[in-house]
């Protein structure tokens, strides 16, 4: 058995979190203001997510193209998420949502642009 403690990013209150962890599972979280405190020290004891913002090259322009994951992806994949965003190039027009890179190594969550860009744009 081993303690973790974390803080919890639910709410500005920042509960730090107490959590015992058994066999790869969460035993059992004290500290939480709220159930959603139990809710978010399993996900990141357990089985760690985040988002991923970053760039892409936009073909004949510039500027680079804002993107993110739609949801959050496994933590142990992150890099090689920015790696397969950085290998990418979009060609104008863009708009706001659009999959930038589908399934993103194989997680089943795609990146998608954040802002629109036109040809016209430079
Ligand atoms: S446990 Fe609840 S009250 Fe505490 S920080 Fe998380 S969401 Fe906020």
Redesign the pocket.
Known sequence: MSAQTIT????P???R?RVLIAGGQVASVDG???G??AV?ARQECVCPTRMVTSLVRVQGRHAPLSVKTARPVPKEKIFACLQSIRAARVTPPVRIGDVIVADVCGTGVDVVATMACTEGDS
């Open positions: 919890c990013i639910g709410c209150m920042g509960c979190l939480a203001g709220c959603r405190g978010y």
